[in-house]
């Protein structure tokens, strides 16, 4: 699943579909009109976010909400958590290298 999540979020575009829906939900039509390219074209990149499991979508009539889905982030945040966990380790093992070597 990181997988579909990081190449759902590789392309810019839904980068940016992402901070749109960050804090409220917008129907697909509001979505493309903040982008400059087709509204299929826009169809396609919320059913990629949507796949990867980082927004939601909800149906009215015929209209499309979609909507951040948070839980969605969770398993990459833990990814990059890692990196930031052993980069702190590192940096307090140098830091008490550092301090036994003043002794």
Known sequence: MIEK???AIA???????????????????AIAS?????????????KVLEESGVVVVRRAGTKRYYSIRREGFSEIKQYIDRFWDD?????????????????
């Open 5 to 7: 999540v990081i190449h």
């Open 11 to 29: 392309e810019p575009r839904r980068r940016e579909i992402l901070n749109l829906v960050r804090d409220k939900e917008l129907t697909s039509s």
């Open 34 to 46: 903040h982008f400059e390219i087709s509204a299929p074209a826009i169809s396609q990149h919320l």
């Open 87 to 103: 980069s702190l380790l590192l940096l307090k093992e140098a830091a008490e290298e550092e301090e036994r070597r003043k002794k």
